[in-house]
């Protein structure tokens, strides 16, 4: 079952714009974390945030999340035109036997910053 | 970069040939991963591996089957290519411990059946 769905599907910005992605989830977690896919490419692990946690900062990159409502959101500030990608969250589910190794991926919100 | 190579990059086979997709991980990963992903949708989780000799299936049914002999090495069979396998194939690892839930990837295989 779809475990995360990110909103909106695709979002096209001017660089030094901000980006808001959004994610919601349907199970219980251990974490959740945000992956970016340039094109063809493998994903690249931007951050992880954990059950407990409600914000944490990388950089340009801010991500919220609240349990309560089963939701996350990845904030890029001042955007690049090398911001350009597809944007994924996946998350852990308590159920996996306990562990959190396996993680379930959104559909991805596909960004793009034009220069 | 994440030390994780899989090739070949690019395959372009006909209908029911055998073919064998590449994963190699020098990270010392216990945990790795294959994925499924169509162009522009979400990733399918098709097999898994803990460890030397430990394989599962995933939450996306495939006809592939994968062996894991050595730790660093996670390779992807289809016995016989339909066009029905095309598709991008990517493969990942992780480390063991609670927390350590980041997964890297490799570089993926497009694989096309004709």
């Known amino acids: 079952s779809q475990q995360g769905e990110e909103d909106p599907q695709a979002l096209s910005i001017q660089e030094g714009e901000n980006a808001t992605m959004n994610c919601s989830y349907k199970?219980?977690?251990?974490?959740l974390q945000w992956y970016r896919q340039n094109s063809g490419r493998g994903l690249v692990h931007l951050i992880l945030?954990?059950?407990?946690?409600r914000e944490k900062h990388s950089g340009r990159l801010r991500v919220t999340l609240d349990t309560s409502k089963k939701s996350s959101s990845l904030l890029i500030t001042a955007s690049r035109a090398a911001d350009t990608a597809s944007y994924f969250c996946?998350?852990?589910?308590?159920?996996?036997?306990?562990?959190?190794?396996?993680?379930?991926f959104g559909k991805g919100t596909l960004l793009t910053v034009n220069p | 970069e994440a030390d994780i190579y899989q090739t070949p990059r690019y395959l372009v086979i006909g209908t029911g040939k055998k073919i064998t997709l590449e994963c190699s991980q020098t990270?010392?990963?216990?945990?790795m991963y294959w994925y499924q992903q169509d162009p522009g949708m979400e990733l399918h989780l098709i097999h898994y591996?803990?460890?030397?000799?430990?394989?599962e299936k995933g939450d996306l049914s495939s006809e592939s089957t994968v062996s894991r002999i050595r730790t660093e090495h996670f390779p992807l069979t289809l016995e016989s290519a339909r066009p029905s396998h095309t598709s991008q194939y990517l493969c990942?690892?992780?480390?063991?411990?609670?927390?350590?839930?980041?997964?890297?990837f490799g570089p993926g295989t497009r694989l096309t059946v004709l």
């Open positions: 990942a690892s992780s480390e063991s411990g609670m927390g350590r839930g980041t997964q890297y």
């Open positions: 199970t219980s977690i251990n974490n």
């Open positions: 945030i954990r059950s407990n946690e």
């Open positions: 996946a998350t852990d589910g308590v159920n996996s036997g306990g562990s959190n190794y396996k993680l379930t």
């Open positions: 990270m010392g990963h216990d945990k």
């Open positions: 591996s803990y460890g030397v000799n430990s394989t």
